[in-house]
């Protein structure tokens, strides 16, 4: 496929409960984002993953939150301990690196993981 | 506080007319703004953006205009067409230091192109 997926596309748990959510990016893309919306609200970043350097995580809400990036392409977004307010949509989206040429770069969407925390 | 505002939360047009969906911004530190088109049950679609060096920005149908001393972008669209209508989310980005570009998005503004 051309384009970033994600999966489960819907997760249903209950609270107290450990989740994962999956995210492969586009081939050739090497920036990784996730980023969660929440009813009514905007998308909120999350954190940023850019080839082999540290991920910026200053989005993440607590410290519950956690994600990694193994071999540079395919992505975990992992809840532990999930409330009621995690509940939300959680996109991944990828882009080209920022560089001299592509500096500020379009960053490709995800369908999304919408997570429902009973 | 939110950084991004999107004021009007929907937007009814008639087919053919103006769309105009409008965003403001307080960061004085973003330069490079976007407009995202999102349907449902799909991730954002990126529309058209813009740099802060520049005051005008037009692709086809859309047009973004950029008033930095104001802090506010518009989207123009022009004929608006029912496959228009989704939620239109406007987007700024700044380096955050670590080189990531991240987006800050606004809450979205339903449009809803009447046929």
């Known amino acids: 496929g051309a384009g970033v997926s994600q999966s489960p596309s819907n997760k249903v748990t209950e609270k107290g409960k450990d989740v994962e959510l999956r995210c492969d990016p586009i081939?050739?893309?090497?920036?990784l984002y996730w980023y969660r919306q929440s009813l009514g609200q905007g998308l909120e970043f999350l954190i940023y993953?850019?080839?082999?350097?540290?991920?910026?995580k200053s989005g993440l809400p607590s410290d519950r939150f956690s994600a990694e990036r193994t071999g540079g392409s395919v992505s975990t977004l992992t809840i532990q301990r999930t409330q009621q307010e995690d509940s939300a949509v959680y996109l991944c989206?990828?882009?080209?690196?920022?560089?001299?040429?592509?500096?500020?770069?379009?960053?490709?969407f995800g369908p999304g993981t919408r997570l429902t925390v009973l | 506080d939110q950084q991004v505002k999107q004021n009007s939360p929907s937007l009814s047009v008639q087919e053919g007319r103006i769309s105009i969906l409008n965003c403001d911004y307080t960061?004085?530190?973003?330069?490079?703004f976007l407009w995202y088109k999102k349907y449902p049950a799909e991730g954002p679609t990126f529309l058209i953006s813009?740099?802060?060096?520049?005051d005008k920005n037009e692709d086809g149908r859309f047009t973004v205009f950029l008033n930095k001393s104001a802090k506010h972008l518009s989207l123009h669209i022009v004929p608006s067409q029912p496959g228009d209508s989704a939620v239109y989310f406007c987007?700024?980005?700044?380096?955050?230091?670590?080189?990531?570009?991240?987006?800050?998005f606004g809450k979205g503004t339903k449009l809803s192109v009447i046929p």
């Open positions: 989206a990828s882009s080209h690196p920022p560089s001299r040429v592509y500096t500020y770069n379009e960053q490709f």
């Open positions: 987007a700024a980005s700044a380096d955050s230091g670590a080189g990531s570009y991240q987006l800050t």
């Open positions: 993953f850019q080839g082999n350097s540290a991920p910026d």
């Open positions: 081939s050739g893309h090497t920036a």
């Open positions: 813009i740099s802060s060096i520049k």
């Open positions: 960061n004085s530190m973003f330069d490079y």
